[in-house]
Protein backbone atom coordinates (compact mmCIF):
# COMPACT_ATOMS: atom_id res chain seq x y z
CA UNK A 1 0.00 0.00 0.00
CA UNK A 2 1.12 3.71 -0.91
CA UNK A 3 0.82 6.34 1.59
CA UNK A 4 -1.40 9.43 1.22
CA UNK A 5 0.39 12.47 0.77
CA UNK A 6 -1.09 14.94 3.45
CA UNK A 7 -2.89 12.85 5.45
CA UNK A 8 -1.64 12.72 9.13
CA UNK A 9 1.35 9.96 10.50
CA UNK A 10 2.89 9.12 13.49
CA UNK A 11 6.96 8.55 13.84
CA UNK A 12 7.70 7.16 17.37
CA UNK A 13 11.48 7.19 18.54
CA UNK A 14 14.39 7.59 21.14
CA UNK A 15 16.25 10.50 19.46
CA UNK A 16 17.70 14.03 20.55
CA UNK A 17 14.57 16.18 21.26
CA UNK A 18 16.27 19.64 21.72
CA UNK A 19 19.83 19.06 19.90
CA UNK A 20 20.76 17.89 23.17
CA UNK A 21 22.40 14.33 24.01
CA UNK A 22 20.79 14.68 27.01
CA UNK A 23 17.19 15.12 25.75
CA UNK A 24 17.59 12.16 24.34
CA UNK A 25 16.74 8.57 25.70
CA UNK A 26 13.02 8.63 26.40
CA UNK A 27 10.61 7.03 23.79
CA UNK A 28 8.51 9.71 22.10
CA UNK A 29 6.35 10.56 19.37
CA UNK A 30 5.06 13.41 16.61
CA UNK A 31 2.95 13.58 14.25
CA UNK A 32 3.99 14.52 10.49
CA UNK A 33 2.56 14.67 7.39
CA UNK A 34 3.82 13.20 4.34
CA UNK A 35 5.02 16.50 1.92
CA UNK A 36 6.79 14.01 -0.96
CA UNK A 37 6.89 10.52 -1.70
CA UNK A 38 9.35 8.88 -4.68
CA UNK A 39 9.84 5.33 -5.00
CA UNK A 40 12.09 4.87 -2.28
CA UNK A 41 12.02 7.11 0.18
CA UNK A 42 8.67 9.63 1.33
CA UNK A 43 9.33 12.54 2.71
CA UNK A 44 7.62 13.73 5.98
CA UNK A 45 7.44 16.40 8.23
CA UNK A 46 5.56 18.05 11.16
CA UNK A 47 5.34 21.98 12.58
CA UNK A 48 7.41 21.35 16.00
CA UNK A 49 7.88 18.02 15.70
CA UNK A 50 10.05 15.44 13.46
CA UNK A 51 13.25 13.06 13.50
CA UNK A 52 16.47 13.12 14.62
CA UNK A 53 19.95 11.45 15.41
CA UNK A 54 18.16 7.83 17.54
CA UNK A 55 14.93 7.72 15.67
CA UNK A 56 16.13 5.71 12.49
CA UNK A 57 14.98 2.38 12.80
CA UNK A 58 11.15 3.81 14.39
CA UNK A 59 7.86 3.42 13.01
CA UNK A 60 5.62 5.23 10.72
CA UNK A 61 2.18 4.76 11.84
CA UNK A 62 -0.80 6.00 9.85
CA UNK A 63 -2.38 8.54 12.34
CA UNK A 64 -4.88 6.61 14.81
CA UNK A 65 -4.22 3.08 13.70
CA UNK A 66 -1.28 0.40 14.45
CA UNK A 67 -0.74 0.09 10.58
CA UNK A 68 2.95 0.33 9.85
CA UNK A 69 3.53 2.84 7.08
CA UNK A 70 7.23 3.30 6.77
CA UNK A 71 10.22 2.88 9.02
CA UNK A 72 11.83 6.18 9.92
CA UNK A 73 15.48 7.51 8.35
CA UNK A 74 17.97 9.70 9.35
Request: net charge positive; aromatic share 10%; charged share 15%.
Amino acid sequence: DRVTLGADYRVVGYGWSSGSYLSAGGRRSGSVQVTRQTPTPLFASGTGTGTCYGDSGGPLFEEGTTRLAGVVLG
